[in-house]
């Protein structure tokens, strides 16, 4: 939230960075726990004489007017292969939109934008074919 204000930051904006700051040095102790799910490698596997396809699931969502400053929407989708995370995303969408279904509609289209391009990419490097 504040790192939209670091071209034009007031005392306001100074204060929450201090603030978060601050509170990161006090929990240094904690952290994030992962687990393993038996998701160690991403590559396809043959059944016999033809290719098993790689499982790709991507997942978005919106926040219809979501920034209580502007009113704009933030999306944000994440993209997972064979279970693992590969890509994720987060943005404010570049203009004001209608309703709540037009802001799904474009966080589903960005996610979908991104699961060609890592389609493309595990097709390019051999992983799944085209």
């Known amino acids: 939230m504040v790192s939209q204000f670091i071209s034009a930051h007031h005392t306001p904006h100074w204060d929450a960075v201090l603030r ?3 509170y990161l040095k006090n929990a240094l102790d904690h952290g994030l726990l992962f687990k393993n799910h ?4 991403v590559m396809s596997h043959s059944n016999g004489d033809k290719m098993c396809a790689l499982q790709m699931v991507g997942y978005s969502d919106a926040d219809w007017t979501g920034c209580p400053m502007d009113r704009i929407s933030i999306y944000g989708y994440c993209v997972f ?5 590969v890509s994720w995303k987060s ?8 309703s709540s279904a037009e ?3 474009c966080a589903m289209a960005h996610a979908a934008s991104d699961l ?3 389609r493309m990419l595990l097709a390019e490097i051999g992983i799944i074919t085209p």
């Open 91 to 98: 943005k404010k969408q570049p203009r004001v939109s209608r």
């Open 20 to 22: 978060i700051v601050k």
């Open 81 to 85: 292969v064979g279970g693992n995370l």
């Open 103 to 105: 802001a799904e509609y």
């Open 38 to 41: 038996g998701h160690l490698q």
């Open 116 to 118: 060609t391009w890592v």
